[in-house]
């Protein structure tokens, strides 16, 4: 991408129209989790350190709220952002006197499932092939992801019980580590993972850890769109840590929360898993369709199975159904039904992949106009990781002292470890978070 040049702050209104859809929006809702600014941005020259623009700054922040964790992705408006192609599916499903409302089995609606496992493995992929994988429909991504806990501690070894140890990543999403609790694996560990001085992914580490796991251990490992740092491993680094998890007999759990809004290419999105299909390994992948189809309200999740042996499939069909059961009985079929209808039609299928594009080439485009902000206001070290990240997650490198500086000083909510929703900065509030992220790298401690 080429740099932006010139009326910076500007360019993520005028984008399409000031909507990655190109449709209009509704009027900003001050009270969304990426609501703007209330005042309008300070006008004049670049803060720098001395204590005058300092002490003026401070006084125009109290009339500002930027919340920058929402899990949602949002428009330029600051509004959780709708499919425009979503909004016509629904409406043609609601107006279809054919269908008729009905329970769903244990396991889901069978179109939807189908559909999800080619979205992630391909069409042609072996495995779908020769019947080796099985697909669950859940409500939600944490259901995805407590379905396949339970399945792990009831199906890994039928020999004897297993209890762990599943190794996540350090950071991740904090919920993680409940949600394996909660089924019954208490031995939880951690790899490393992000590296917050060099602000980058350390692979030797990495590799260090997971080379000391005992053998069929867990390891739970992001696909793409890596929360909460957005920094993904490259297929370079796939291959080597694939062949590892072979040698060890470790067991992938592998996560794709966003698919698609990483790259904007939902085939290397899914590669890793691909990869690991490809080497003959069982593997569990929890799946979000929330994300990528704007579904927050329907919560569509969806958990992949890939097993060695086709044998092995009705066994442990029938054991997701007894949890299923015990778990939430049946998931919810409207949002299921809109990606099946989407996922099942060629002409839907193109206008859908093309809205995602557009919401991911936003997100670039605001990484790079925020890295070139920071760096026409002299901010130090270098941010050149802002762009080399994907996804809507974005680790900043900001220390606990300097989010806190965001937090209390210029009313700026960002995660604990420095991270941010990317899709939460639009072109009103651009400024004000440049200026508070300049601000906490030159006054704070």
């Known amino acids: 991408m080429s740099r932006p040049s010139g009326g910076l702050d500007e360019i993520l209104v005028k984008q399409n129209g000031g909507d990655p859809g190109g449709h209009h929006c509704e009027p900003i809702n001050t009270h969304s989790a990426a609501a703007v600014p209330a005042a309008a941005a300070a006008e004049g020259a670049e803060p720098g350190p001395d204590s005058k623009q300092l002490s003026a700054l401070k006084r125009d922040s109290q009339a500002r709220r930027v919340d920058l964790t929402g ?24 107006a279809d006197p054919c269908l008729c409302p009905e329970y769903p089995s244990s396991l889901g609606l069978t179109e939807f499932t189908r559909r999800a496992n080619e979205v992630v493995l391909g069409k042609s992929s072996r495995a779908i092939m020769e019947s080796r994988v099985l697909g669950v429909q859940t409500p939600g991504f944490t259901a995805a992801v407590r379905l396949g ?68 251990s867990v390891v739970v490992l992001s696909a793409s769109a890596h929360y909460p740092t957005g920094a993904d491993l490259s297929q370079d680094q796939w291959t080597v840590i694939t062949q590892l998890i072979m040698r060890r007999r470790l067991f992938p759990f592998l996560l794709l929360p966003a698919q698609g809004l990483c790259y904007g290419d939902f085939k290397r999105d899914s590669w890793p898993v691909q990869l690991c299909a490809s080497q003959g390994m069982e593997l569990l992948c929890a799946q979000s369709f929330s994300h990528c189809f704007g579904l927050y309200g329907e919560a569509v999740g969806h958990l992949l199975c890939v097993l060695k042996q086709s044998s092995l499939l009705i066994s442990l069909q029938s054991q997701a159904v007894k949890l299923v059961r015990s778990l939430w ?117």
């Open 149 to 216: 806990a339970e399945l792990l501690r009831h199906c890994f070894d039928a020999g004897a019980a297993w209890c762990g140890p599943v190794y996540l990543s350090s950071p991740c999403d904090d919920s993680l580590a409940g949600i394996f609790q909660a089924a019954g694996i208490q031995d939880i560990r951690r790899y490393y993972y992000w590296d917050d001085k060099l602000r980058c992914i350390c692979l030797e580490k990495l590799l260090q850890d997971l080379e000391g796991a005992p053998e069929q």
């Open 329 to 445: 009985a049946r998931p919810s079929v409207g949002g299921a039904d809109v990606v099946a209808t989407v996922l099942s039609n060629p002409a839907h299928l193109v206008e859908w992949q093309g809205e995602v594009k557009r919401m991911v080439e936003r997100s670039k485009l605001i990484r790079d106009i925020l890295r070139e902000k920071l760096r026409l206001l002299g901010t130090p070290g270098c941010w050149d990781h802002l762009t080399q990240q994907g996804g809507l997650y974005c680790s900043t490198g900001l220390n606990d002292q300097q989010v806190e500086f965001l937090t209390k000083r210029r009313h700026v909510n960002l995660l604990p470890s420095g991270c941010l929703n990317v899709s939460a900065i639009n072109g009103r509030n651009l400024k004000y978070i440049s200026e508070s992220i300049h601000l906490a790298m030159t006054t704070s401690p």
């Open 71 to 94: 899990r949602e992705y949002y428009s330029e408006e600051g509004k959780t952002f709708q499919l425009r192609l979503v909004g016509k599916i629904k409406q043609q499903l609601n």
